[in-house]
């Protein structure tokens, strides 16, 4: 396919309408030919200014002969909705996280994909395209530091909306993202998970902030994750890996380090979309890229269920306390 990819958007919230904006003005070779959204207002709103079809649900969009790629931007439960109807349409389908919201329902998509024999499905975990992150995994499996033993991450926000935020999210919503970094710089699955509560920040009123989780890779190599949703200063991501011979961190996001009097500083982003803004800018392009070709690569529809299981495994551990195995069926060669 040379010319420019046909886009459906399933979900015109926040994230879906700045994917719109990041196909129409930022990245090439697509463009954004239908949308659809529960808040048909919203939806003809968006739709009025990049001049796309509004679809009143997401198998007429799928459907849709203009449309030869699906964005699905929708909420988590209703992502199954769209995506099993995409992968029996044959079109390539981008999945913002999570995947779908349990095991069985990524299992049916994973099933789906394989009749099919190949990969359609790309989920929206983007910091395997940050270039920091890429840097860090080419460090690792250059050997620069031997074999990596631990990685130590922290993934702070400075606050969150606490009449919408409830405790599983900062498992579910929040540690999935350093879940997948994990499995990705480690090249291995979690087998077991522990979540510990710190102590409480007052800031954060009812909710159990910050916790720890700790993971054991199948490997051996152990994972430590701090999770600080109220930490008001900015939003701080963190890596460090550990390794027989050396070690490898994420260096600061900011460019320039300022000194003046007998101090310096830099500045710490303000939230997701500014740290992580061309992450979400390659990690699109990849997907319209290897779309034209009838495929796609990034993380897959096995990532989006090996980490629902990690998550649903960690959520257990800090209601109970206890470490929790992490159970999964076994990888089919689609996805080795």
């Given at each position: 396919?040379t010319?420019?990819?046909?886009i459906?958007?399933?979900?015109t919230?926040?994230?879906?309408q700045?994917?719109?904006r990041r ?11 239908a ?20 679809y009143?649900?997401?198998?007429a969009?799928i459907?849709?002969p203009?449309v ?7 909420w988590?439960?209703?992502?199954i ?19 779908a919201?349990?095991q069985?329902?990524c299992l ?9 024999g190949?990969r ?6 983007m910091?395997r ?14 050997g ?6 631990m ?6 926000n ?6 919408l ?46 916790i720890?989780?700790v993971?054991?890779?199948a ?9 600080s ?9 963190r ?8 070690t ?6 900011n460019?320039?380090v300022?000194?003046s ?7 710490v ?16 392009q990849d997907?319209i890229n ?6 796609v ?8 269920y090996?980490?629902?299981?990690v ?8 209601s ?6 992490c ?7 689609l996805?080795t």
């Amino acid at each position: 396919m040379t010319e420019d990819l046909g886009i459906g958007v399933i979900g015109t919230g926040m994230i879906g309408q700045d994917h719109i904006r990041r196909i129409a003005d930022v990245l090439s070779g697509a463009r954004v030919t239908a949308v659809a959204d529960i808040d048909r207002t919203r939806a003809e709103e968006v739709a009025a200014k990049r001049g796309a079809k509004v679809y009143d649900d997401a198998g007429a969009l799928i459907a849709a002969p203009e449309v030869d790629a699906v964005l699905v931007c929708s909420w988590g439960p209703a992502h199954i909705e769209a995506v099993l109807p995409g992968l029996e349409a044959g079109k390539p389908l981008f999945v913002e996280k999570p995947l779908a919201v349990s095991q069985d329902d990524c299992l049916k998509i994973i099933d789906a994909e394989l009749t099919l024999g190949k990969r359609l499905i790309q989920v929206g975990y983007m910091r395997r395209y940050d270039a920091a992150y890429a840097a860090l995994k080419k460090t690792i499996d250059s050997g620069a530091i031997g074999a990596p033993l631990m990685y130590h991450a922290a993934h702070r926000n400075a606050r969150v909306p606490a009449d919408l935020y409830t405790d599983d999210m900062a498992v579910a919503d929040t540690m999935v993202h350093d879940i997948d970094v994990a499995r990705f710089l480690l090249d291995d699955e979690v087998a077991r998970i522990r979540v510990i509560a710190g102590k409480k920040n007052s800031i954060g009123g009812r909710l159990r902030d910050p916790i720890l989780g700790v993971m054991e890779m199948a490997g051996g190599a152990v994972v430590t994750v701090e999770v600080s949703v109220n930490i008001q200063y900015g939003y701080d991501i963190r890596g460090e890996v550990s390794g027989e011979t050396g070690t490898a961190e994420l260096a600061e996001a900011n460019r320039v380090v300022l000194k003046s009097g007998d101090s310096f500083c830099g500045r710490v982003p303000a939230d997701w979309r500014e740290r992580f803004i061309e992450a979400y800018d390659k990690e699109l392009q990849d997907f319209i890229n290897t779309a034209k070709g009838g495929t796609v690569s990034g993380p897959s529809a096995w990532d989006g269920y090996a980490i629902q299981v990690v998550s649903d495994a960690g959520i257990k551990a800090a209601s109970s306390g206890e470490i929790v195995a992490c159970e999964m069926v076994k990888k089919p060669a689609l996805y080795t």
